[in-house]
């Protein structure tokens, strides 16, 4: 692509379902758009067996994708032989992107840095209500009518506690300097963060075990991969000293959940989960009830007006890309089944 800005916008299409279009562009980013590039075909497009939709594809040489989209295999590829850049408006793009596109020398990028701000910043409120034993408390007053008294409750407050990170991901490094404001110790266990980075974030690296042993508060920031899966189970959750504090908002799958609900039901641990496994957990399951488990329904990541902060960075990256080529949330062919 030549990336003069004075030559004419190249092409560009917008593949993803109508809410969502209507969800993550401001009229502001919108228009900031439109100045970048020419959109063509529908806006946006949801199905590529449209004629409009094949025509577009062909003269398209940026798409911008998001939640809904259709899948985009080899055949969508053939139909797209100009394509240089693919921008998602959001996180992962391993559930509708073939592989065959990086193959293909085409360059993408993800919102998956915007998205990590609320999800970190839930985490954050997390861990700072369960380590007030905020439920514990609420539950309290709600069954009893009376002042409180911590008969019972857990240690409570934030005051040099040790918080372990299992993940240094985009959230988990957002994390670490959410929480480093707090008067906490921070242990990492990540096999790819290195001692030169741990020193950089100021952080210990452990093993996964020393983590469970060391931490009042174990929070999960890892992808969800087949050597991840069920990470966390009883031998895990045996090792977390009474009062301790699970807080999950990256994957349900992560935490063998019968293992984790035992511990729960027990009441000898604590837990803030935004996902689950599976997710929803069923209708009869325990953790809705219990007064030392707040469950939430996925809602650690954007919502609402934070939506559009991933339409803002996406729009930021095509007026890089056609402006300078750069693209600054680039991701590679290899770190596609970590894309979180």
């Known amino acids: ?24 562009f401001s009229a502001d980013a919108l228009a900031r758009l439109r100045n970048t590039v020419e959109i063509v075909g529908p806006l946006p497009i949801t199905d590529f067996a449209a004629p409009a939709a094949r025509e577009a594809l062909r003269k398209a040489r940026v798409m911008l994708t998001g939640w809904g989209a259709p899948r985009i295999e080899a055949s969508v590829l053939d139909l797209s032989p100009r394509l240089e850049a693919v921008v998602h408006t959001a996180g992962t793009v391993k559930t509708f992107l073939d592989a065959e596109a990086f193959g293909r020398g085409i360059r993408v990028s993800t919102a998956a840095a915007a998205n990590a701000t609320p999800v970190a910043e839930f985490t ?42 299992l993940g240094a991901s985009r959230v988990g490094r957002e994390v670490i300097g959410l929480v480093s404001r707090l008067d906490a110790r921070i242990l990492v266990c990540d096999p790819y963060l290195t001692a030169a980075e741990a020193a950089r974030l100021g952080v210990e690296v452990v093993p996964l075990p020393e983590l469970c042993r060391r931490s009042d508060v174990l929070t999960l920031h890892a992808p969800s991969t087949p050597d991840t899966r069920r990470i966390i189970g009883a031998p895990e959750l045996a090792l977390l000293h009474d009062g301790a504090l699970i807080v999950n908002t990256a994957r349900g799958a992560l935490v063998d959940t019968e293992a ?36 939430t329904p996925h809602i650690a990541g954007a919502l609402g007006n934070e939506i559009h902060r991933l339409g803002d960075s996406a729009v930021r990256e095509v007026e890089q890309y056609v402006g300078r080529g750069i693209l600054a949330h680039e991701l590679r062919a290899d770190e596609l089944a970590y894309t979180a």
């Not at 003069?4 to 993803?16: D, E, I, L, S």
């Not at 009376?146 to 934030?158: E, K, S, W, Y």
């Not at 035992?262 to 009869?284: F, H, I, K, N, Q």
């Open 1 to 24: 692509m030549d990336h003069n800005p004075r030559t004419a916008r190249p092409a560009a299409v917008v593949v993803m379902a109508e809410d969502s279009f209507l969800e993550v």
């Open 124 to 165: 954050l409120a997390a861990i700072v209500f369960g380590l007030k034993r905020a439920s514990r408390f609420a539950h309290q007053l709600r069954t009893t009518r009376q002042h409180r008294t911590v008969a019972g409750i857990p240690p409570i407050g934030t005051n040099g506690v040790t918080i372990g990170i």
């Open 260 to 295: 984790l609900s035992a511990e729960l039901v027990s009441g000898r641990l604590d837990a803030y989960l935004d996902v689950t496994d599976p997710e929803p957990l069923p209708a009869d399951s325990p953790l809705y009830s219990l007064p030392n488990v707040v469950v």
